[in-house]
């Protein structure tokens, strides 16, 4: 499980869009684009990692890259062109 404060941490890093509404949301623009959404409840609760590293289209390693710091978030931006999210 994802702990809330690493979903946040991640959305900083990536300088996601953060929203509040029924969950959090976090939204990554590119080029004005929304090219990867995610979602956390509130509170302090763990998170579902599976889910939430399927909706930024990482595996294991990569989510826990993102919240060890050492996956950038130009790397991640490389990444998602090599998955064909972002065309590039």
Same mark, same amino acid.
């Given at each position: 499980?994802?702990?809330?404060?690493?979903?946040?941490?991640?959305?900083?890093?990536?300088?996601?869009?953060?929203?509040?509404?029924?969950?959090?949301?976090?939204?990554?623009?590119?080029?004005?684009?929304?090219?990867?959404?995610?979602?956390?409840?509130?509170? /302090?609760?763990?998170?579902?990692?599976?889910?939430?590293? /399927?909706?930024?289209?990482?595996?294991?390693?990569?989510?826990?890259?993102?919240?060890?710091?050492?996956?950038?978030?130009?790397?991640?931006?490389?990444?998602?062109?090599?998955?064909?999210?972002?065309?590039?």
């Amino acid at each position: 499980m994802l702990s809330s404060r690493d979903f946040d941490t991640i959305a900083r890093k990536l300088e996601m869009e953060v929203r509040d509404g029924d969950h959090r949301f976090a939204l990554l623009r590119h080029d004005g684009r929304v090219v990867v959404r995610t979602k956390r409840s509130h509170g /302090n609760k763990p998170q579902p990692t599976h889910l939430i590293r /399927n909706q930024l289209k990482v595996d294991e390693e990569q989510l826990q890259g993102l919240v060890q710091c050492w996956l950038t978030k130009p790397a991640y931006i490389e990444l998602l062109k090599k998955k064909h999210v972002i065309a590039g």
